[in-house]
């Protein structure tokens, strides 16, 4: 069983900048690919990066640039540093967790087996 809690989301100004955190509960954290995914009211959930088991990283068209995706292995801690944001990143923001390699298809929900609860981040003017 694997079980995920974000945390760090919060208020911030427009050009600010957060880190979220996902602490990862598992037997086994070096066999996990991760992910970090967003969804805003009314809005399909969108992926945002992801870290395959072997550490390779890859990121939406979205987050390029602005986020970077990272992992402490040694806490079983996956991140997700934001910066330069707007008003457009407002959501909740999930981490994510599967078994398998995500390779092309990192950013379909299917390839996530566990979930967190998802933590705010909202962006004022």
């Known amino acids: 069983q694997v079980q995920l809690v974000e945390s760090g989301g919060g208020s911030v100004q427009s050009g600010g900048s957060l880190r979220l955190s996902c602490a990862v509960s598992a037997g086994s954290y070096s066999r996990l690919s991760l992910g970090w995914f967003r969804q805003s009211p009314g809005k399909e959930r969108e992926g945002l990066a992801a870290?395959?088991?072997?550490?390779?990283?890859t990121y939406a068209n979205s987050a390029k640039g602005r986020f970077t995706i990272s992992q402490d292995s040694t806490k079983s801690t996956l991140f997700l540093q934001m910066s330069s944001l707007t008003l457009e990143d407002t959501a909740k923001y999930f981490c994510?967790?599967?078994?398998?390699?995500?390779?092309?298809?990192?950013?379909?929900?299917?390839?996530?087996?566990?979930w967190g609860q998802g933590t705010q981040v909202t962006v004022s003017s």
């Open positions: 870290i395959e088991k072997d550490g390779l990283t």
């Open positions: 994510a967790a599967g078994y398998g390699y995500l390779g092309s298809s990192w950013s379909r929900e299917s390839e996530y087996s566990y």
